[in-house]
């Protein structure tokens, strides 16, 4: 990268080997063109993802790597073509900066799908050759499609988990008609997601169950977020009872798990969502095939639904349970999630703690 081509140098925490242990680094950004958002970050939130990338899980880490992709901020600069924010606008970024723009999905603003591959926020391939770096920063410069806008009137910390955690509950809700008041939703797993798909069915009226391997999660599950029923889905006797009952199940857990006992509670037709990631996927087909059940995978959104989401979350009163944390205890939280010690969502306060 040329000079001229180059903002000020950029704040991060970034790892430098497959420890994952993040640390300072300064690096330099591309400066803003005609149709980028510069914005100062001021929250960002920790995804499963921030644990996995620095610690080259996927075998394609790029050293040093600042992680984050749960982004909000201030608008501190925009290009000559940027029509939608102007400078002091509230805005969030998400897990992904770029697309080929140009395909039938980017067309259509589902740029999650694009046919010719989206730019990950961080560890990826930027449009000026260099290495993506995420939010765990002071600041980040990106393509106007590609930001948010956040409503004045909505917290800019609990914004943050919106962007991933968020809208990858919302996005398969809304898809395949998970918001009917009256239906009812079966809630596997309560950690950043789960609780973020209660919350929205808690919004669309449904009739929620949540389930879990740990009763420390329970009253959580009724009390704070408001579900309907809790179920230890160890007990065998509690998931019998419980068989044909659901018309939705959404599974947000990474970990392996057996699908059987939770595919006996769909109805007849039920749809079962996979948001989670997990390795392996294993189960009786007799127990798919008979029902007419439905399986289906997700990952997180197009920016049209992202902002509708944002808009719905403020228009209803959703927000996300956020720990808030300086980014010196980065590490110290990693290490708490990957023990699922979080309720339930880390935010990094960006602008009080690295200056």
């Not at 993040?22 to 803003?32: C, D, E, G, N």
């Not at 029509?83 to 900066?97: L, N, Q, S, W």
């Not at 998970?178 to 309560?190: A, D, H, T």
């Not at 927000?319 to 339930?344: C, G, H, S, T, W």
Request: net charge negative; charged share 20%; aromatic share 10%.
């Amino acid at each position: 990268m040329s000079s001229e081509n180059v903002t000020e140098n950029c704040l991060g925490w970034a790892a430098g080997d497959p420890s994952g242990v993040l640390s300072p680094y300064k690096f330099s950004r591309r400066a803003p063109g005609s149709d980028d958002v510069s914005l100062t970050i001021t929250h960002c939130g920790i995804c499963h993802a921030d644990v996995l990338w620095p610690r080259n899980q996927f075998g394609d880490s790029n050293y040093p790597l600042v992680p984050g992709h749960e982004i909000v901020g201030i608008v501190k600069e925009v290009g000559s073509n940027v029509k939608g924010f102007k400078v002091g606008d509230h805005v969030g970024v998400g897990p992904y900066i770029n697309s080929c723009k140009h395909c039938k999905f980017c067309d259509d603003r589902q740029e999650n799908c694009c046919e010719n591959g989206f730019v990950l926020t961080f560890n990826a391939i930027d449009e000026d050759g260099t290495i993506t770096k995420g939010g765990f920063s002071t600041f980040i410069v990106v393509h106007q499609r590609f930001c948010f806008r956040i409503p004045d009137n909505y917290p800019l910390a609990a914004a943050a988990p919106l962007l991933c955690a968020g809208i990858t509950c919302y996005s398969p809700m809304m898809r395949y008609k998970m918001n009917q008041p009256g239906k009812s939703l079966g809630v596997i797993g309560l950690g950043g997601l789960g609780h973020m798909a209660v919350k929205f069915g808690k919004a669309f009226g449904l009739n929620i169950t949540v389930f879990s391997t740990s009763v420390s999660k329970k009253d959580d599950a009724l009390n704070l977020l408001g579900a309907d029923k809790f179920v230890i889905s160890s007990d065998l006797q509690q998931m019998t009872a419980l068989a044909n009952s659901y018309d939705f199940m959404i599974d947000t857990t990474s970990g392996d798990h057996p699908f059987d006992p939770y595919l006996s509670l769909l109805k007849i037709t039920g749809l079962y969502v996979l948001v989670g990631a997990m390795e392996e996927v294993r189960f009786n087909t007799l127990n798919f095939i008979m029902g007419m059940k439905t399986i289906t995978g997700s990952v997180m959104g197009g920016t049209k639904e992202t902002q509708e989401m944002i808009d719905f979350c403020a228009a209803n009163g959703i927000y996300p349970e956020i720990e808030i944390i300086p980014i010196q205890y980065v590490n110290e939280a990693l290490e708490r999630m990957e023990n699922k010690d979080v309720k339930y969502r880390f935010v990094i306060d960006i602008a009080n703690s690295m200056k």
